[in-house]
């Protein structure tokens, strides 16, 4: 598929309907996560997406080849609306755990995910523990992080035997999708990490 025709159709997924602050749901904008497919390679791999939200990862990553992918939520409302967003594309390879990533291990060739990033306080380290998820699951793991932590999630990465480097950097709309938020759409510069276990 065309990256075209790929961004336009994630562009088109339903979104949060009441996003919760504490759990810090801002949805990937489907350009954003068109980049991010095109830049991983996840065809034939089995994909695990943490947080999934509303899916557009899980979707991205099946449009793109993926062999099957598991998306992890821990709240039944995205989920729900999840379920709707696969359904609705027919896609047949996305399986929906819901589930706290917190004690999750299942096992991956890749990880696709656009965690919390802790800059909530009752999120407060929620990235971390995401990483950690992810580092237990999988070799390959592809992640967005806030550009002004790059240096915590290099060094972070490393002590758990994880090589670093960044693929890419985007403006992210951090607070768009928050009612309360809605007219101050706050800017958030986010990179774009591949980690991969040292050999
Ligand atoms: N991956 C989606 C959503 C990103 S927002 C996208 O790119 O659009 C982060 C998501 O992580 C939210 O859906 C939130 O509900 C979920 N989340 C937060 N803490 C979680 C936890 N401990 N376990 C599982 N999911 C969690």
């Known amino acids: 598929m ?3 025709s790929l961004g336009i159709i994630l562009s088109s997924l339903e979104g949060f309907e009441n996003p919760k602050p504490e759990l810090e749901q801002w949805a990937t904008p489907g350009e954003i996560a068109e980049k991010m497919v095109s830049l ?3 065809r034939d791999k089995k994909v695990l997406d943490l947080g999934a939200g509303t899916g557009i990862l899980s979707i991205a990553a099946s449009l793109s080849g993926a062999r099957s992918v598991v998306a992890v939520e821990i709240d039944p409302a995205s989920a729900k609306i999840l379920e709707r967003n696969v359904r609705k594309l027919g ?15 299942g096992q991956a060739d890749a990880v696709l995910m656009n965690p ?15 990483l950690e998820t992810a ?13 002004k932590t790059r240096s915590f999630i290099s060094r972070f990465s490393g002590a758990r035997g994880f090589e670093d480097a960044v693929l890419g950097t985007f403006r992210f709309p951090l607070k768009a999708s928050f009612g309360f938020h809605r007219k101050e759409r706050k800017i958030e510069e986010v990179d774009y990490h591949r980690l991969w276990r040292r050999k």
């Open 135 to 147: 580092f237990r699951c999988a070799p390959e793991v592809f992640s967005l992080h806030l550009s």
């Open 40 to 42: 991983a390679d996840l």
């Open 2 to 4: 065309g990256a075209r």
């Open 91 to 105: 896609l047949e390879n996305i399986e929906t755990a819901e589930s706290d990533v917190a004690g999750y291990s």
């Open 116 to 130: 919390p990033f802790g800059a909530q306080d009752a999120a407060r380290h929620a990235d971390r523990i995401f």
